[in-house]
């Protein structure tokens, strides 16, 4: 199993981007679908994380800017960041949950103030 992130580039403060992650392989969908974001230097800290059922959970720094998103499959699902901020600049990971995790390589988010 593969995920495939894609969408990240740079953009300036108060901008929006969307990231999409997709997953190939032997995999009939996940169980929980989310990002992860990491700072050189800092620890990689959770964003966002959406169930199959739909249900989906943000860290307090994104609340009310991102929005995760799944498609019926459980196989592709999207981070949709609006107002961005400087701080929001970070390679975002993908991952997805089924008996285990599953990690994508990851794509830089750059917002310019």
């Known amino acids: 199993v593969q995920l495939q992130a894609s969408g990240g580039g740079l953009v300036q403060a108060g901008g929006s981007m969307r990231l999409s992650c997709e997953a190939s392989?032997?995999?009939?969908?996940?169980?929980?679908m989310g990002w992860y974001r990491q700072v050189p230097g800092k620890q990689r800290e959770s964003v966002a994380y959406i169930s199959s059922g739909g249900i989906a959970e943000y860290a307090d720094f994104v609340q009310g800017r991102f929005s995760i998103s799944r498609d019926r499959s459980d196989n592709t699902w999207s981070l949709q960041m609006n107002s961005l901020e400087p701080e929001d600049t970070a390679v975002y990971y993908c991952w997805g949950f089924r008996g285990r995790h599953y990690w994508g390589q990851g794509t830089q988010v750059t917002v310019s103030s």
């Open positions: 392989g032997r995999i009939l969908g996940f169980n929980r």
